[in-house]
């Protein structure tokens, strides 16, 4: 599970983002804070070059960062190269778990099967069955070649959660390696 803690200051940044550009005296009645803290919390925000402020007669806004381009386009390749790290890492995943050869008593011949296996299993140590593990790298292979579209469809706004999507698999690919183990 992801904890997600948000202080006043990511309250500032999510308004002004939202905004796009608002006066330091709305930001400050509509997060209740008084001007002075604003101020200083945009003037920091400004240093680490989160947000711009700009000064038009006596108002004071606070406005959205532009990117440049070259800024712009260096996400895009970090984005790129994260696709395509995630992506080889499914595959690798996937072949492996394909390579397998489980021997099936033939009990298992559909995800029906797989269910009733799964609600009816006593989890225990020395209970790991041929058709568990078999269960186990069928519903693991359908889970990855999913993750492996979504990766296909990866952007800022969800590379986060199928990137921890990706760290749930490989802990059960883990799983599936180490009760592949105990039927061999």
Request: zero cysteines; charged letters at 35%.
């Amino acid at each position: 599970m992801q904890l997600s803690i948000n202080t006043a200051v990511d309250s500032l940044v999510n308004l002004i983002n939202e905004k796009k550009r608002i006066l330091l005296q709305d930001a400050s009645k509509e997060l209740n804070i008084p001007d002075n803290v604003i101020m200083e919390w945009s003037t920091f925000l400004e240093e680490e070059k989160i947000i711009s402020i700009e000064y038009k007669f006596s108002k004071t806004y606070l406005v959205v960062r532009k990117k440049n381009k070259k800024a712009a386009k260096e996400e895009i390749e970090n984005l790129k190269s994260l696709k395509n790290v995630l992506k080889r890492r499914l595959e690798y995943m996937l072949k492996f778990v394909e390579s397998q050869d489980i021997e099936n008593s033939g009990k298992i011949k559909s995800m029906t099967d797989i269910k009733r296996l799964l609600k009816d299993f006593v989890f225990e140590e020395n209970n790991i069955t041929n058709e568990l593990v078999f269960s186990q790298k069928i519903i693991l292979g359908s889970i990855i070649k999913n993750l492996s579209k979504k990766v296909s469809k990866l952007n800022y706004s969800n590379k986060d959660r199928i990137s921890s999507e990706i760290e749930k698999v490989g802990e059960w690919k883990a799983i599936f390696e180490r009760n592949l183990k105990k039927i061999k």
